[in-house]
């Protein structure tokens, strides 16, 4: 399977920007879904995680209440909606993939995913 993430771009403090990651070669409904992230120095960490029914989601402390993390199985689509965003929210953001679990698990653990998007860039300017 390939993913696709799209949608990053520079914005301001306390704007709103929406990540789209599409796989191809096999339907997202098949698939755990997350979206992590890196910045500049640091490793990559996680953001959010969504099971392959879209009834369980999980997200670091730090994206709570501003990160929406969804899916569109029929669009072989998964979404991270992103508000009020902050500067500490710039990186580059990756989206990840595992097959072969049960519907309503999440992952939080890169060792969890077994495929990884190219990387989107989002840039926040105070």
């Known amino acids: 399977v390939q993913l696709q993430a799209s949608g990053g771009g520079l914005v301001q403090a306390g704007a709103s920007l929406r990540l789209a990651c599409r796989t191809s070669?096999?339907?997202?409904?098949?698939?755990?879904m997350g979206w992590f992230r890196q910045a500049p120095g640091k490793d990559r960490e996680f953001v959010a995680a969504i099971s392959r029914n879209g009834g369980h989601t999980e997200y670091v402390d730090s994206v709570k209440g501003r990160f929406t993390i969804s899916r569109d199985n029929g669009k072989n689509t998964v979404y991270l909606q992103m508000n009020s965003l902050k500067p500490e929210d710039t990186a580059i953001y990756y989206c990840?993939?595992?097959?072969?679990?049960?519907?309503?698990?999440?992952?939080?653990?890169?060792?969890?995913?077994?495929?990884w998007g190219q990387g989107t860039q989002v840039t926040v300017s105070s």
């Open positions: 990840a993939a595992r097959p072969g679990v049960v519907t309503h698990v999440v992952g939080a653990h890169r060792a969890f995913y077994n495929f």
């Open positions: 070669g096999r339907t997202v409904s098949l698939f755990a």
